[in-house]
Structures are given as structure tokens and as C-alpha cells.
């Protein structure tokens, strides 16, 4: 069974930076895809980063050159360093994973959710 558990969210001023991780269990790591997704409160969760089993990485043009993904696969992790943050990047921030979404930051795509890690950008 598929499950991801996401920590490291906090509250920041705006300029900070703040680390997420997503541990992950029940399938084989390094064969899935794994993506970042961020929901503020009205909104509709939208995709942030992905990156796939061989390093390969997509970002959204909103969190570019500010975020990078990375992943441990001999930990079977997934981290997302968050800098510069500003009072935008406010949201619940999921991990996600499934197998040959191609670097998708579509929600649509992922079967697999963590519960979340909120990060609340002061100004």
C-alpha cells in the first residue's frame, strides 16, 4: 500500500526559505514519478515540481529559480527547498507519486496523495 508523509512546513517571513520532505513506503521508489502540488484556501491545487526516476525535474513558471526538487531514492524521499518564499506561496503542500505521468504537474495524474504540510508566508 501506496503512502506518503509529508513534513517541514512552519511559518516564514517572506525572503525565508523552509525544506519539505515526503517519506515514502509500500511501492517502489525509484519507479514512480513524484510531484509537489501546493491548495490555498479557495483555490484548486495546482501542480509546483516534478521530478522522475531518472533526475529529470518540471516546474511551474510561479515557483521558478525559488524552488528545487530532489529526491533520495536510496531513502525513499522526496524534498522540496522552497527559497525566497513569499506571502503567495501560502498553501497546504501535498507529495503525490504515480508511475508514467512524464513529469505531469496536473493533479489529474496522480493516483497517490500525502495528508499535507501547511507554509504560511508572512510579509
Known amino acids: 500500500q501506496v503512502q506518503l508523509v509529508e513534513s517541514g512546513g512552519g511559518s516564514v517571513q517572506a525572503g525565508g526559505s523552509l525544506r519539505l520532505s515526503c517519506a515514502a513506503s509500500g511501492y517502489t521508489y525509484s519507479s514512480y514519478c513524484m510531484g509537489w502540488f501546493r491548495q490555498a484556501p479557495g483555490k484548486e491545487r495546482e501542480g509546483v515540481a516534478a521530478?522522475?526516476?531518472?533526475?529529470?525535474?518540471s516546474y511551474a513558471d510561479s515557483v521558478k529559480g525559488r524552488f528545487t526538487i530532489s529526491q533520495d531514492n536510496a531513502k525513499n524521499t522526496l524534498y522540496l527547498q522552497m527559497n525566497s518564499l513569499k506571502p503567495e506561496d501560502t498553501a497546504m503542500y501535498y507529495c503525490?507519486?504515480?508511475?508514467?505521468?512524464?513529469?505531469?504537474?496536473?493533479?489529474?495524474?496522480?493516483?497517490?496523495w500525502g495528508q499535507g504540510t501547511q507554509v504560511t508566508v508572512s510579509s
Open positions: 521530478i522522475d526516476s531518472d533526475g529529470s525535474t
Open positions: 503525490a507519486a504515480d508511475a508514467r505521468v512524464f513529469l505531469s504537474l496536473s493533479r489529474y495524474e496522480y493516483n497517490y
